[in-house]
Structure formats: structure tokens, C-alpha cells
T-cell receptor, first 114, second 112 residues
Framework: GENVEQHPSTLSVQEGDSAVIKCTYS??????FPWYKQELGKRPQLIID?????GEKKDQRIAVTLNKTAKHFSLHITETQPEDSAVYFCAASIVVNSGYALNFGKGTSLLVTP | KAGVTQTPRYLIKTRGQQVTLSCSPISGHRSVSWYQQTPGQGLQFLFEYFSETQRNKGNFPGRFSGRQFSNSRSEMNVSTLELGDSALYLCASTLLGSGELFFGEGSRLTVL
């Protein structure tokens, strides 16, 4: 099936540093790329998303970039804080038989140390 | 507005048994999808329902099935449970056209 590859699988940064997580996708029909944050024992929650007609989107300390030609997108977190520690999942939309789903990467476990 | 509600939150079954999980979507959301989350594989798509019809199915065996009712509530069933079915099963609902999935807290299934 169509894949979303996510790197790195683990990332440890010092508080205040930046963190970057990268994803690649294979389905050229994908047009929606969300990022979800999942804290330990909690549900995944959307933190930012981008659509295929946009190259970059920012929301305070987080930003996402998309390169449709190369089929990759990245999450950037600046001025990291301990509360940013969580697992982050990227995803790409897929449509099969008029049904909608998200194809997720395997996640990046981010640890921000004080 | 109430979020996505899943029941039960935790359950333990033995191999060979079957299990039914329930999901109530956010009011007004008619698309409901199910994902299996395991430590090694991340979130894997099971199936998606809209207006009581399964529109999309992931790469899982036929032991995994689901349905949706007229009020958009959904259930998934796993028959003849295997040890490898131990996972967190997440239900998500979405407003058609929006793209964003709203997840429930999940049902954590342990198969012994």
C-alpha cells in the first residue's frame, strides 16, 4: 500500500532548541497533511495541518513545510519546552473508493530536557 | 460539544474469543473511521464508514469488521482473537470535507 515514512523515530533536544521531524509520502493524490501530537496515555490531537496548495504554514512556535514535487513535508518546533515532549505523527490523506482516510507515519518520540 | 466517546476503555480477552468495541462520534460528524495503534506499527487504518456504508478498508484480515448505525455511532468487531490483536483501537470522526480527524481516547485490548 501507499506509505508515509517518518524520521527520526526518536529525538532528544535541550529546552530552547529547535526540533525538526521529516516525512515523505508516495501517493501523489494526497492533498492534506496533518500533524498529530500524542501525549502519554492520551488521544492523538491535531497540532497543525497543511494543504497541497500551500508551501508553508506557521502557528506560533510550530511550522510545517510541504514540497509536493519531492513528496516530503516537515514539522518545525522552535524554542522547545518540556511540555512539547510527546509522540508526533505525520499523516497524508488517501481516498479509496470515495472513502477518506489518513495514512500515518510511525511516529517520532520527542524528548525535551530542561 | 462532546468529543468522540469510546467504550469500553480497557478490556482483557483470551485467544479465540471475540470482542465488540463501540464509538460515538461528535454530533454532526457522519464519517467514522477506526485505527489500530501498536508500539511498532504506529496508527494503521482499519476502515471508514459514512452513512452506514463502509467506504474504505485497510489491509486487515476479515476477522476485523465493523458497522455504522443511522445515528452515526459505530462498532467494530474482532473475531477469533489472536495475541497480535492486542493494541489500542482508536475511533475518529470527521466532518465531511474538513480532513481533520477527531480521535476518541481509545479502547485498549489485551489478548491473553
Amino acid at each position: 500500500g501507499e506509505n508515509v515514512e517518518q524520521h527520526p523515530s526518536t529525538l532528544s533536544v535541550q529546552e530552547g532548541d529547535s526540533a525538526v521531524i521529516k516525512c515523505t509520502y508516495s501517493d501523489s493524490a494526497s492533498n492534506y497533511f496533518p500533524w498529530y501530537k500524542q501525549e502519554l496515555g492520551k488521544r492523538p490531537q491535531l497540532i497543525i495541518d497543511i494543504r497541497s496548495n500551500v508551501g508553508e504554514k506557521k502557528d506560533q512556535r510550530i511550522a510545517v513545510t510541504l514540497n509536493k514535487t519531492a513528496k516530503h513535508f516537515s514539522l518545525h518546533i522552535t524554542e522547545t519546552q518540556p511540555e512539547d515532549s510527546a509522540v508526533y505523527f505525520c499523516a497524508a490523506s488517501i481516498v479509496v473508493n470515495s472513502g477518506y482516510a489518513l495514512n500515518f507515519g510511525k511516529g517520532t518520540s520527542l524528548l525535551v530536557t530542561p | 460539544k462532546a468529543g468522540v466517546t469510546q467504550t469500553p476503555r480497557y478490556l482483557i480477552k483470551t485467544r479465540g474469543q471475540q470482542v465488540t468495541l463501540s464509538c460515538s462520534p461528535i454530533s454532526g460528524h457522519r464519517s467514522v473511521s477506526w485505527y489500530q495503534q501498536t508500539p511498532g506499527q504506529g496508527l494503521q487504518f482499519l476502515f471508514e464508514y459514512f452513512s452506514e456504508t463502509q467506504r474504505n478498508k485497510g489491509n486487515f484480515p476479515g476477522r476485523f469488521s465493523g458497522r455504522q448505525f443511522s445515528n452515526s455511532r459505530s462498532e467494530m468487531n474482532v473475531s477469533t482473537l489472536e495475541l497480535g490483536d492486542s493494541a489500542l483501537y482508536l475511533c475518529a470522526s470527521t466532518l465531511l470535507g474538513s480532513g481533520e480527524l477527531f480521535f476518541g481516547e481509545g479502547s485498549r485490548l489485551t489478548v491473553l
